[in-house]
């Protein structure tokens, strides 16, 4: 835990009590702060009672003595309407703050020096905040990871000298943390999200511009409009900019050929690592996760051989185009993280050929959008509520079963690929939430591991003993 000491013995108002908010409560009084905390649901508040957390409905308590206000980033601060809670604190003049901002206040006020990489972007936030994780700790550094990615920021390790912070951070934080200041700063791209909660995509571009614009050396993606405006802007106020692109030259920043990084610096440019056969980080999306992974690093300090030999042995993010087990010439990907067509794109584009397992509860505009990738489709195992309406779409274009559940699934498309006898990957990508069949989509990829590592003959590339 980081205790908040910034606030030792001054009052402070939090809304927000689910994981993360009772985490950052407990660090509040950790630190000494007098803590008056509220949800909208009594059990979260009976919860926090019981565990010495100062309770109080906020609508009854003394506003102006407030020191600050922390709301919790699933709270809407502005749209579609502000929360009541931020009402009351406006109209009180209260400072209103999330977990990230407290934690960069820690930072400042004991380690301010200790490096600090705070990652954003629509797309492949995870995925490049867990691979800078892994580099800096396969390198012996030591490293914590947290925010947005599933832990609680105030649950890590102190701030300290020599002690790796790596945060990612969704929108919803960087809107709650105006000094966030890190070492390196990752912006990796700009498309249309959250706009319920941010209004307009321009204001949804502003919040991501803050995390870079902070920071001492910014890493941005430049193949969308919005983020190369961004970069030109922030560089002109004098921020150092490294570039980064999965599908243009850059003349400082690194760059994509294909699987190959180049590194430009200085008007030259050279090799950095070439991607070819690290199955983690296959297609041209993971080129651009590991170009800001690379100069993410540099700018920490990070030896370009400790960085590479981190890229080659990087596991994958669990259920995202994770490689989890082989047969013969057959690898078996979880990607069961892609709930929608959108995000199953990237591992559809990522292979040749593909024995596809899709469907579950479907989204908005099933998978019409994915008729480009269907070329690279032998066979699709549809299962879930989907699998009549993604018949429909696949038609006569690509052969498809009606599976019905993952098990029969998996071992249908197994066998299927098997008796192919040319280099194939059996892939879960359901294109679907879970919620007909499964709790989430971290059960579904669970689930698919298990029927997996149940089939003859298969090397399993992970452990499935520690719910791999």
Request: aromatic residues 6%.
């Amino acid at each position: 835990m980081i205790p908040v000491t910034t606030f030792k013995d001054r009052k402070v108002a939090l809304f927000g009590l689910g994981g993360s908010g009772l985490a950052t409560a407990k660090a509040l009084v950790a630190g000494g702060a007098v803590v008056v905390a509220w949800d909208d649901n009594p059990d979260s508040v009976a919860k926090a009672a019981g565990e010495g957390i100062g309770t109080a409905d906020l609508r009854t308590i003394d506003w102006p003595a407030m020191a600050a206000f922390v709301l919790s980033p699933g709270v809407p601060l502005t749209h579609p309407k502000p929360h009541w809670s931020v009402d009351l604190a406006r109209a009180a003049g209260v400072e209103i703050i999330g977990d990230v901002e407290l934690f960069v206040r820690e930072r400042r006020a004991h380690a301010p020096y200790c490096p600090f990489i705070a990652i954003t972007g629509t797309n492949g936030k995870s995925t490049t905040t867990a691979l800078i994780a892994h580099i800096l700790k396969s390198s012996g550094r030591d490293t914590q990871l947290g925010g947005n990615i599933g832990t609680a920021i105030l649950t890590l390790d102190p701030p300290k000298a020599e002690r790796y912070f790596v945060v990612e951070c969704s929108s919803y934080q960087i809107d709650l943390a105006p000094t966030l200041n890190p070492t390196a700063g990752i912006l990796l791209n700009l498309t249309p999200d959250h706009l319920d909660r941010h209004g307009t995509m321009q204001h949804y571009a502003d919040i991501k511009e803050r995390l870079v614009a902070g920071s001492a050396t910014a890493v941005i993606g430049v193949d969308d409009s919005y983020s190369a405006l961004i970069a030109d802007r922030i560089e002109r106020a004098g921020v150092p900019v490294r570039r980064i692109s999965k599908r243009n030259v850059t003349a400082e920043g690194l760059y994509a050929e294909g699987s190959r990084i180049i590194e430009a610096h200085g008007g030259t440019s050279s090799l950095f690592i070439d991607l070819d056969g690290i199955q983690t980080l296959k297609g041209g999306h993971n080129a651009q996760n590991a170009a800001a992974a690379i100069a993410a690093c540099l700018a920490v300090g990070v030896s370009a051989e400790d960085i590479r030999a981190g890229l080659k042995s990087f596991p994958g993010l669990k259920h995202r185009m994770q490689p989890v087990g082989r047969r013969g010439h057959v690898v078996f990907v979880n990607d069961s993280k892609a709930t929608n067509a959108d995000a199953a794109a990237p591992a559809l584009s990522s292979y040749d050929r593909i024995y596809w397992i899709a469907g579950g509860l479907p989204k908005e505009g099933g998978i019409a959008s994915l008729a480009p990738l269907f070329p690279r489709i032998v066979k699709a195992y549809l299962i879930g509520e989907a699998a009549p309406a993604f018949a429909a779409t696949l038609g006569e274009t690509v052969s498809y079963e009606i599976s019905g559940t993952l098990e029969r699934a998996v071992a249908h498309a197994a066998a299927d690929a098997e008796s192919n006898g040319e280099a194939s990957a059996v892939m879960l990508s359901p294109a679907c939430a879970s919620f007909d069949q499964y709790k989430n989509f971290e059960v579904r990829g669970d689930a698919f591991v298990k029927h997996v590592a149940g089939l003859d003959g298969v090397t399993m590339l992970i452990e499935t003993g520690k719910g791999n």
